[in-house]
């Protein structure tokens, strides 16, 4: 069973960054494709970023140009580094992997999430 841990969280003032890091268990990583969600008080889930087993990378509208997904498959490790943040993205932010196929995608694993706070 695959296990997902999220680090990087924290409280930054706008403007700032963080990096988080999911750290994957397991010998199977390079089959996955890797993404991050956040959920803010009172929303519901949202993607953030997604990289495929590939290496390509897809972001929400909301976080293009500040964002950048990035994978480490000798570390087992999925990467989001943040820039320029803003209050909004205020939220717990998941790590999840699943497997990709022609028609359909297997969920694998959530991590348990890290908060990251961006107030002044």
């Known amino acids: 069973q695959v296990q997902l841990v999220e680090s990087g969280g924290g409280l930054v003032q706008p403007g700032g960054s963080l990096r988080l890091s999911c750290a994957a268990s397991?010998?199977?990583?390079?089959?996955?494709?890797m993404g991050w969600y956040r959920q803010a008080p009172g929303k519901e889930r949202e993607l953030v970023a997604t990289?495929?087993?590939?290496?390509?990378?897809n972001y929400a509208d909301s976080v293009k140009g500040r964002f950048t997904i990035s994978r480490d498959n000798a570390k087992n490790t999925v990467y989001l580094q943040m820039n320029s943040l803003k209050p909004d993205d205020t939220a717990l932010y998941y790590c999840?992997?699943?497997?990709?196929?022609?028609?359909?995608?297997?969920?694998?694993?959530w991590g348990q999430g890290t908060q990251v706070t961006v107030s002044s």
């Open positions: 397991g010998s199977r990583f390079t089959m996955y494709a």
């Open positions: 990289i495929t087993s590939g290496g390509d990378p």
């Open positions: 999840n992997a699943r497997r990709q196929y022609a028609n359909f995608d297997i969920n694998i694993a």
